[in-house]
């Protein structure tokens, strides 16, 4: 059989269709694999994708960050207002305290400012010499009082003996229990009249002089 040889522009046309078809083919295996990859994202992207997802912040006790947040703020506010509370009931305990005190002040300072009130006579004398002795501890009873002014005066505050040898020395004895004057000027007690006819001056030496001779005035039953 006779060879032959196409002519060059058949040759070539059907290379170009061959190449047309498999272009296709090429193109259109190139389009599904490109839709299957933008289906079906990358792991990279996946992550990216879950990257951005917003995450809220969780406290220990299970709670959102911000409702925690919120609850100490409101326990905090309660703490301050129990602080404030404990410190208005010590405030108000310190001031009861500080008025109790000064209402007991008061009553002292008025108590100091009123003396005790003593009947002006015989048995006012004699209890108010006794409250002097024993606040100095000069010993002594109202009796042992009583008995010995009775005898040395008869209760007469003015009395003097103008008889006896003090009165021949120039010293009478005067008073409720007939004290000479040096006698009352060396066993004075501090806080009575320096006058040796005062009732109370003159009770209250004449008790500190027995005392310190006799040990009581109690103990004297006779001119002393």
Same mark, same amino acid.
């Given at each position: 059989?006779?060879?032959?040889?196409?002519?060059?522009?058949?040759?070539?046309?059907?290379?170009?269709?061959?190449?047309?078809?498999?272009?296709?083919?090429?193109?259109?295996? *190139?389009? @599904?694999?490109?839709?299957?990859?933008?289906?079906?994202?990358?792991?990279?992207?996946?992550?990216?994708?879950?990257?951005?997802?917003?995450? +809220?912040?969780?406290?220990?006790?299970?709670?959102?960050? @911000?409702?925690?947040?919120?609850?100490? *703020?409101? +326990?905090?506010?309660?703490?301050?207002?129990?602080?404030?509370?404990?410190?208005?009931?010590?405030?108000?305990?310190? %001031? #009861?305290?500080? @008025?109790?005190?000064?209402?007991?002040?008061?009553?002292?300072?008025?108590?100091?400012?009123?003396?005790? #009130?003593?009947?002006?006579?015989?048995?006012?004398?004699?209890? %108010?010499?006794?409250?002097?002795?024993?606040?100095? *501890?000069?010993?002594?009873?109202? %009796?042992?009082? /009583?008995?010995?002014?009775?005898?040395?005066?008869?209760?007469?505050?003015?009395?003097?003996?103008?008889?006896?040898?003090?009165?021949?020395? *120039?010293?009478?004895?005067?008073?409720?229990?007939?004290?000479? #004057?040096?006698?009352?000027?060396?066993?004075?007690?501090?806080?009575?009249? /320096?006058?040796?006819?005062?009732?109370?001056?003159?009770? @209250?030496?004449?008790?500190?002089?027995?005392?310190?001779?006799?040990?009581?005035?109690?103990?004297?039953?006779?001119?002393?």
């Amino acid at each position: 059989m006779p060879s032959f040889t196409l002519p060059r522009t058949a040759r070539t046309a059907r290379i170009t269709g061959t190449h047309k078809v498999a272009t296709a083919f090429l193109l259109a295996v *190139g389009a @599904t694999t490109a839709v299957a990859a933008t289906a079906t994202p990358s792991t990279a992207q996946t992550a990216s994708a879950h990257g951005s997802i917003a995450v +809220k912040p969780v406290s220990a006790n299970g709670l959102p960050a @911000t409702a925690k947040a919120k609850a100490d *703020g409101a +326990k905090t506010h309660i703490e301050a207002a129990k602080s404030v509370t404990d410190r208005i009931k010590v405030t108000a305990v310190a %001031e #009861q305290d500080h @008025t109790a005190k000064q209402a007991a002040n008061r009553s002292t300072e008025r108590k100091a400012v009123t003396p005790k #009130q003593y009947a002006n006579n015989l048995d006012g004398w004699i209890r %108010e010499a006794l409250d002097i002795m024993d606040a100095k *501890g000069i010993p002594g009873s109202y %009796e042992g009082l /009583h008995r010995n002014i009775m005898r040395e005066s008869s209760g007469n505050p003015n009395a003097v003996n103008d008889w006896d040898i003090n009165a021949i020395n *120039g010293i009478p004895s005067k008073g409720l229990l007939q004290v000479i #004057q040096p006698t009352f000027d060396t066993y004075h007690v501090a806080g009575t009249p /320096h006058n040796l006819t005062d009732p109370v001056a003159n009770i @209250t030496a004449a008790a500190n002089y027995a005392a310190d001779r006799y040990g009581s005035i109690d103990n004297v039953n006779s001119a002393y």
